[in-house]
């Protein structure tokens, strides 16, 4: 299976690029963006058949590696 | 005495580390490579500064799996001397040996410059030579020095004194605009609540020793090495 894991801030805490890259979009013209927030994008492959399994595997390397829960939250996506 | 300087590879102040320990304070420093299982013989560890595995994932992310990080766990468990510098710190946070995390620079700047820091507590093994309320000028060298906690985490840090260095003005007070890089409540060093592990931002080993024209680091060794000194008489006397 492939996990498709995205990692961003938590929501209240600051994201300095996140804001610089907001000013930017403003500076462009976007005047419709707002709370952009940055984040982190994983692509793995999981050798494991069972859903259930292979997602509380995934759920383990994001609390224990790929994100730091302290600052991060992490949602993850398996597919075939 | 014997500091130990953890070497992990992308890590860049170790000999800066093992040149104040050895240079300046005449004592043995020993590098320890990051696959070390082992910390016996040493009487106190030096996390150093540097971008530990190219800082990838999170900065101190990857290094605080190493193997050595087991046999640190357990020295700083059982009351060992742990000090984690910049990079060191970082690391410390990851391995849960200290509380928080790091956040990137409110500027986004890597900000290399030398800042004021007010020693909040003079009654640690890291700050026992400095006078409480001394101001100390070292330099900071970090992109991800902006220090988070959570609101619980931080009120508990304040109400055991484990805030032991807090960025300030050359006069001593603790300002947002003497704030270089959005820490929370100025925080620039914490210790944890048994006081035996120290993290700080700023780069004591940068500035200990006249040459360099700025002293104040040394303060911070000479503590350690005056705590250790201490420890070894009582131990000697009990």
Known sequence: MKAKIHVTLKSGILDPQGKAIE????????????????????????????????????????????????????????TA | ?????????????????????????????????????????????????????????????????????????????????????????????EAGLLPGAMLRNRSLSFICRDVCVKVENAATPFTG????????KIPIAHAEGNYYTDPVTLAALQANAQIVFRYCTPEGRVTPESNPNGSLDNIAGIRNAEGNVLGMMPHPERSAEDALGNDDGRLIFLSMLDALKKAKLKAVGA
């Open chain 2, 129 to 136: 030579c400095c006078e409480s309320g001394q101001v100390l």
């Open chain 2, 1 to 93: 005495m014997n500091f130990g300087v953890i070497v992990f590879p992308g890590s860049n102040c170790d000999h800066d580390c093992i040149h104040v320990i050895s240079d300046v304070l005449g004592e043995q420093a020993t590098p320890v490579w990051h696959k070390e299982t082992s910390l016996s013989g040493l009487d106190a560890v030096i996390l150093p500064g540097g971008f530990s595995y190219g800082d990838y994932l999170r900065t101190g992310a990857i290094a605080r799996f190493s193997p050595v990080m087991k046999a640190i766990q357990q020295f700083a468990k059982e009351g060992g001397m742990v000090i984690g510098i910049c990079n060191g710190f970082q690391i410390l946070l």
């Open chain 1, 23 to 78: 000013h930017a979009l403003e500076t462009l013209g976007f005047k419709h963006a707002g709370n952009v927030r940055m984040g982190k994008y994983l692509e793995l492959d999981v050798n494991e058949q069972d859903k259930a399994k292979a997602e509380v595997e995934v759920k383990a390397m994001c609390e224990k590696l790929l994100a730091n829960t302290i600052i991060e939250e992490y949602r993850f996506e398996l």
